[in-house]
């Protein structure tokens, strides 16, 4: 099946420790992104890549970092840096720009 | 300019009835508007999307209007069914090819009462 993959669901981890969040594809689609969803504030836009190799801030960037070393992933890092790192995070894949965003779905990160 | 308002925050509709949700938009480049359903603990789903040069579209129960003048467009749902109960986004971007940025409005939790 086609699809996008994050891993894991839940994920829990103490203050000061970095993070890493797994998103994988299969589409084909050259665009990959992450967004964070916090109760009341719709999707904000984290980070995105554009093609292999390359990526680019969003929004709220700051305490979040990310690499493309492959089509089919890209691994959000929430560092130690993020002030509040609750959330559940979402990573989404398209063809290319302007169009449609197709969702994976989610990874709940508890941070104590 | 960049932002894109949508309401009602929450809705609560009988089984049967009509959902109407509004968004409106101030970047005229905007020539793409999708939009979302997302239950609860999964990722939004893309529900029907369309473009300015029409008016609506239909999709089964799912119509959208779009009112290019004001700037606003809606989704409704028809005959709403306990299963339609979601929270619904709509968002809006520019389809030209280096813009890769959708611009979501904060949602809508829409209950189906049966």
């Known amino acids: 099946d086609g699809g996008i993959t994050q891993s894991p669901k839940y994920l829990f981890r103490k203050e000061g420790q970095n993070v890493t969040l797994s998103c994988e594809q299969n589409?084909?689609?050259?665009?990959m992104y992450w967004y964070r969803q916090d109760p009341g504030q719709g999707l904000r836009l984290i980070y995105y890549s554009q093609i292999v190799n390359d990526f680019q801030k969003g929004d709220i960037a700051e305490g979040y970092s990310v690499s493309r070393e492959k089509k089919e992933s890209f691994p959000l890092t929430v560092t130690s840096a993020q002030k509040n790192p609750t959330a559940f995070y979402l990573c989404?894949?398209?063809?290319?720009?302007?169009?449609?965003?197709?969702f994976g779905p989610g990874t709940r990160l508890t941070v104590t | 300019q960049q932002q894109v308002k949508q309401s009602p925050q929450s809705l609560i509709v009988q089984k049967g009835g009509i959902s109407i949700i509004n968004c409106a938009y101030e970047n005229t480049a905007f020539d793409y508007f999708p939009w979302y359903q997302q239950f609860p603990g999964k990722g939004p789903a893309l529900l029907i999307a369309?473009?300015?040069?029409?008016s609506e579209k239909k999709e089964g129960r799912f119509t959208i209007s779009f009112n290019k003048s004001a700037k606003q467009f809606s989704l409704h749902i028809m005959d709403s069914q306990p299963g339609d109960s979601a929270t619904y986004f709509c968002a809006a971007t520019s389809s030209g090819g280096s813009n890769y940025k959708l611009t979501f409005g904060k949602g809508t939790l829409l209950t189906v009462n049966p």
């Open positions: 589409l084909n689609h050259d665009a």
């Open positions: 989404a894949s398209s063809i290319g720009g302007g169009g449609e965003q197709y």
């Open positions: 369309i473009r300015p040069d029409v």
